[in-house]
Nanobody, 123 residues
């Protein structure tokens, strides 16, 4: 059972930056595909970014060029660097992980989830 703990969410002004972190309990975390999703009030959880275990990354169109996902395997931690933040980026951000995930953009494909961290972008 992989346990994921997110951190780094806070209130930030539009145009600002934040870095979210997600630390895993699993020592073999580097073998997992790891992703970030977000959920705004009244909306479904949506895909943000994912990093395959072997390094390939994918992003939602809405964050392409502004958000960057990376991983430090030595620290069992995946990061989401968020730049040029907009009020529409306001949501609870969740870290997710799974092995050999099919259909990376669908939340149901990931068996492991963190508890979420709140990001609020003020205008």
């Amino acid at each position: 059972q992989v346990q994921l703990v997110e951190s780094g969410g806070e209130l930030v002004q539009a145009g600002g930056s934040l870095r979210l972190s997600c630390t895993a309990s699993e020592r073999t975390f580097n073998g997992y595909d790891t992703g970030w999703f977000r959920q705004a009030p009244g909306k479904e959880r949506e895909f943000v970014a994912v990093r395959r275990s072997y390094g390939t990354t994918f992003y939602a169109d809405s964050v392409e060029g502004r958000f960057f996902i990376s991983r430090d395997n030595a620290k069992n931690t995946v990061y989401l660097q968020m730049n040029s933040l907009k009020p529409d980026d306001t949501a609870v951000y969740y870290c997710a992980a799974g092995m050999n995930v099919v259909s990376l953009r669908y939340p149901a494909r990931y068996p492991y989830w963190g508890q979420g961290t709140q990001v609020t972008v003020s205008s």
